[in-house]
T-cell receptor
Framework: GAGVSQSPSNKVTEKGKDVELRCDPI?????LYWYRQRLGQGLEFLIY????????KSGLPSDRFSAERTGESVSTLTIQRTQQEDSAVYLC?????????????FGNGTRLTVT | GNSVTQMEGPVTLSEEAFLTINCTYT??????LFWYVQYPGEGLQLLLK?????DKGSNKGFEATYRKETTSFHLEKGSVQVSDSAVYFC????????????????FGKGTKLSVKP
């Protein structure tokens, strides 16, 4: 079936503007993750949704970052008042419910550039 | 805390050369260990995994053994091909009951591999 889909694939925005990134997980995957990858760095965990449980927001770097997910479908990551240090590739991943060590399925990411 | 350290790249090899990408970890409890690969223009995908000490994960000719005594999970392949050119990420999964998100993977910085014909 279809994999994890992210849009847009690239986004260039001016400092101070708000941006919204979208993730369509694999159908039936109850767990959804957002990661950030800065140039030359590893993947940095941002937020995790699991079904109807309260999301784990412990990785969000500031209150300018927020994310929503309705049920087990689409998620949006919003960055308000973007800063240049927000420039990175934002990756979304989903996972079926089950053993905690089942693999994550990643989208191709959104490359965000803040000028 | 939990962390993953992998060798820095880029690594450039000739076709049919032997590959080792080192990965060591720090973790509480007994994490599962993973190698993910990102081919050019594609998303990350699972390459192999090992869920307990002394397990060997293998896929596409790649192998990695979960070594608890050395806290390592080095990736190896006996004969690389041009098509193996990609970025490789070592990762660990925080085990349940040790806090944080279940299934939350902690990644290394990635190692870029280029294989020349």
């Amino acid at each position: 079936g279809a994999g994890v889909s992210q849009s847009p694939s690239n986004k260039v925005t001016e400092k101070g503007k708000d941006v919204e990134l979208r993730c369509d997980p694999i159908s039936g995957h109850t767990a959804l993750y957002w990661y950030r990858q800065r140039l030359g760095q590893g993947l940095e965990f941002l937020i995790y949704f699991q079904g109807n449980s309260a999301p784990d927001k412990s990785g969000l770097p500031s209150d300018r970052f927020s994310a929503e997910r309705t049920g087990e479908s689409v998620s949006t990551l919003t960055i308000q008042r973007t800063q240049q240090e927000d420039s990175a590739v934002y990756l979304c991943a989903s996972r079926r419910q089950g053993a905690y060590n089942s693999p994550l399925h990643f989208g191709n990411g959104t490359r965000l550039t803040v000028t | 805390g939990n962390s993953v350290t992998q060798m820095e790249g880029p690594v450039t090899l000739s076709e049919e050369a032997f590959l080792t990408i080192n990965c060591t970890y720090t973790a509480t409890g007994y994490p599962s260990l993973f190698w993910y690969v990102q081919y050019p223009g594609e998303g990350l995908q699972l390459l192999l995994k090992a869920t307990k000490a002394d397990d060997k994960g293998s896929n596409k000719g790649f192998e990695a053994t979960y070594r608890k005594e050395t806290t390592s999970f080095h990736l190896e392949k006996g004969s690389v091909q041009v098509s193996d050119s990609a970025v490789y990420f070592c990762a660990l999964n925080k085990p349940p009951n040790y806090g944080g998100s279940q299934g939350n993977l902690i990644f290394g910085k990635g190692t870029k591999l280029s294989v020349k014909p």
